[in-house]
């Protein structure tokens, strides 16, 4: 008979989030505890993290441990649930690689159980800041009535990975002549991208330059230009 399974009957009303339960005194690092090479991962659905889960002295080696994640995947998972992964312990220990997701926060539980014991972690997923963005609009001659619109997308990139999402992106009207724009002052994105109407401020012809712009790494804007004309 396993050595933990001794345990159960006291063990098994333990809150998967303590470490310990005063009413019974069973301490789970005892049965599972897990670690990770790094907690702090980028939110760009790329970064990765190496997880260990080791089988404590009241386990039996080799048994199945599941890993799952509030946020995230599992490199190791299949396409059924991407966030959940069991695998077999070598031993006494289980390795998981945790891919993040690109939704910043702060702190995301991730998870490793053997039978009804469950050793949790904290990890955080911070901002992944563009390094480049795009603006390109369906069309750039709008007409004057203030009901035709274009519509301009503008796309964040990155080198290495995606831009977190609920990125902030904030827009300037510039005038070149008596024309102006109707814009929202800001957007935010979803996944990489976000999109905006543009149409007549007046209902004048001419020209206005509208102006994108959202923070980098560094703290420096980085900003792209689209021009915009007005026509009867």
Do not use: W
Not at 197 to 206: A, E
Request: charged share 20%; with cysteine.
């Amino acid at each position: 008979m396993k050595r933990y399974i001794l345990l159960f009957g006291l063990a098994a009303s333990i809150n998967a989030c303590d470490l310990q339960d005063p009413a019974v005194g069973v301490d789970v690092s005892q049965i599972i505890s897990l670690e990770a090479e790094k907690l702090t991962l980028l939110a760009d659905g790329l970064d990765r993290a190496t997880l260990t889960a080791t089988l404590g002295t009241l386990a039996d080696a080799n048994q199945e441990i599941t890993f799952f994640t509030e946020d995230g995947k599992f490199a190791e998972a299949d396409s059924g649930d991407p966030k959940m992964v069991t695998l077999v312990a070598s031993g006494k220990s289980a390795e998981a690689t945790l891919i993040s997701s690109t939704t910043v926060a702060e702190e995301v539980i991730v998870n490793a159980r053997v039978t009804n014991f469950v050793a949790p972690l904290k990890v955080t997923y911070e901002r992944a800041y563009p390094q480049d963005l795009t603006v390109v609009a369906d069309k750039q001659t709008v007409g004057t009535d203030r009901i035709d619109f274009a519509e301009v997308t503008i796309q964040l990139f990155r080198n290495s990975g995606s831009p977190s999402n609920n990125a902030r992106i904030d827009f300037e009207v510039m005038m070149q002549d008596t024309a102006t724009a109707e814009v929202l002052p800001f957007a935010y994105t979803v996944g990489s991208t976000a999109i905006v109407h543009v149409k007549s401020g007046n209902g004048k012809p001419g020209n206005v330059t509208l102006k994108c712009i959202t923070e980098s790494e560094n703290g420096a804007n980085i900003e792209r230009e689209l021009e915009v004309t007005f026509e009867e």
